[in-house]
C-alpha cells in the first residue's frame, strides 16, 4: 500500500526520515467467507450468493487468530465475499481485538443497518472499508445490481453515524476513471477518514476482464489527478489519508512528479521511497482464504502454501520452498523483462507479480500494468541535494 497523503505530507514539511518499524509478520487479508450477495464483474474470490463448503468453523477461526498472533501478526482485514453475511463475525472481531490485533472490515456496504454498525464500533473494530466503483450509474453496473450505489451509500453513511472510521476504495478501470473526481469529491464530502485507490489485478472474475484495465495514458491522467488533489490538500494542512495500491509504479511515478517540480527534494524523496519498498506480496502482506488455504496475497489464490488446519501460519509463512515465495522474499526479486532493467526496481520492488503472470504465465516477466515510460525506467538527471 503506498500512503500518498504521508509522502506529500513529508514533501511540505521536510522533516527527518523516521527509522521504519518493521512487524515480524504480515498484515493478513482473511477471506471469512466466500458467498456474496453481490456478483461484481471484477471480483478475484468470484464470489455468488451460496453457501460454500469446507469453510472455517467459529473454533477453528480463533484457533488460527491465535496462529496470527505468534507469528507477530499487526492487524488482519476480515473480508469475503461479505463479511457481514458470517453469523460469528463479531465474536471473530472481539477475539481478534483480545489479542492485540488491528482489525479492519471490507465490505460492500449494502447489508448494513444501525444494529450491525453500533455492533461492530461495540467489537472495536478500527476501520470498516467499501468498495465503490463511481458514481450510481457505473458502480450499479459494475456491482451487477441496480441499487447497489444507493445502498452502500446509505450503509457508508450508516457506519460513519455509529462512530467507525469509514474509507471508500475504488478499483480504477478504463470504465470508471473518469469518476475518479466525482467519487473523491463524494468521499470528502460525506466526511470519510479514507480513500483508497486500487489499480486493477487480473484475478478471480477479473481475469476475464483484463481489456477494461486503465490504459496507460488514463492512469497516468488519474494519478497525475490524484497528486495534484492530495497536494493541495497537503498545502492547507489537511492531507488527509488517500492511498494506493496494486500498483507500487505510484513510488515511482511520484518521484518524477516531485522532480519536474521540486528537484531540489528528489533525494529525500528517493530515501523515502526506498525505505517504503515497494511491493510487499509474500514479505508484508498475506492472504487466507476461506478454506484456510494460505496465499502470497488475495491475487494469487492459483498458489496455495499450505493450510492452516494443518500446519500454524508462521511456519507456512516462513517456509520458502516454494519457488515463488523464495522469489518474493528475495532481494531483489528475480525480474525479467524492463522490470529487470528499471532503474528504480529498488523502489517499486518489482510491482504486481501476478499480472505478469497472468499475461504470460511468468511471474517474473515485467509487469503489463507499469504505466512508466522507457525514460521514466532510466536513472533522474536532476539529482539537486537541497
Known amino acids: 500500500m503506498f500512503r500518498l497523503s504521508r509522502f506529500m505530507e513529508a514533501l511540505r514539511d521536510n522533516g527527518p526520515i523516521a527509522t521504519p518499524r518493521r512487524p515480524r509478520g504480515p498484515v493478513v487479508i ?13 471480483c478475484y474470490s468470484t464470489s455468488a450468493d451460496t453457501d460454500f463448503a469446507g469453510e472455517l468453523s467459529t473454533a477453528e477461526v480463533f484457533t488460527v487468530l491465535d496462529q496470527l498472533h505468534a507469528a507477530g501478526v499487526p492487524a ?12 460469528d463475525l463479531f465474536a471473530i472481531a472481539r477475539r481478534a481485538k483480545a489479542l492485540g490485533l488491528h482489525v479492519s472490515v471490507s ?17 472495536g473494530v478500527d476501520y470498516y472499508g467499501v468498495s465503490l466503483d463511481g458514481l450510481k450509474p457505473v458502480h450499479d453496473v459494475f456491482r451487477q445490481r441496480a441499487g447497489a450505489f444507493d445502498d452502500a451509500l446509505a450503509g457508508i453513511r450508516i457506519a460513519r453515524d455509529a462512530g467507525l472510521r469509514v474509507g471508500v476504495r475504488m ?29 486493477f489485478n487480473y484475478a478471480g472474475r477479473g481475469r476475464k476482464h483484463q481489456r477494461q484495465d486503465a490504459r496507460h495514458v488514463a492512469t497516468r491522467q488519474a ?8 497536494w493541495s490538500r497537503a498545502r492547507q494542512e489537511r492531507a488527509g489519508d488517500f492511498v494506493t495500491g496494486n500498483n507500487d509504479a505510484d513510488g515511482v511515478y511520484l518521484l518524477h512528479w516531485v522532480a519536474r517540480r521540486f528537484p531540489h527534494r528528489v533525494d529525500d524523496l528517493r530515501a523515502r521511497l526506498l525505505q517504503w519498498g515497494g511491493n510487499a506480496t509474500g514479505i508484508g502482506v498475506a492472504n487466507i482464504d476461506n478454506l484456510g488455504n494460505v496465499h502470497p496475497d488475495t491475487m494469487w489464490w ?10 500454524p501460519f508462521g511456519e507456512i509463512w516462513a517456509d520458502r520452498s516454494h519457488p515463488l515465495m523464495d522469489g518474493l522474499k528475495s532481494r531483489p526479486r528475480p525480474l525479467e523483462g524492463r522490470c529487470a ?12 507479480r501476478v499480472r505478469a503472470f497472468a499475461v504470460s504465465g511468468n511471474p517474473w516477466a515485467e509487469d503489463p500494468g507499469c504505466y512508466l515510460s522507457d525514460a521514466e525506467t532510466r536513472p533522474l538527471r536532476c539529482e539537486v541535494t537541497a
Open 223 to 230: 494519478m497525475d489527478w490524484l497528486f495534484a488533489h492530495v
Open 171 to 199: 478499483t480504477l478501470t478504463e470504465s470508471n476513471a473518469a469518476d475518479l473526481p466525482a467519487l473523491v469529491a463524494l468521499t470528502e464530502d460525506e466526511g470519510l477518514d479514507k480513500f483508497y485507490l486500487s489499480h
Open 30 to 42: 482473511w477471506n471469512l467467507i466466500r458467498r456474496c450477495n453481490l456478483t461484481c464483474k471484477h
Open 302 to 311: 492459483q498458489v496455495g502454501l499450505g493450510n492452516v488446519r494443518e500446519r
Open 107 to 123: 465490505s460492500n456496504g449494502t447489508l448494513l443497518d444501525p444494529a450491525i454498525a453500533r455492533e461492530l464500533a461495540d467489537c
Open 341 to 352: 532493467g528499471c532503474a528504480h526496481r529498488e523502489i517499486c520492488n518489482g510491482n504486481t
Open 76 to 87: 488482519v482485514i476480515l473480508s469475503g465475499g461479505e463479511p457481514l453475511l458470517r453469523p
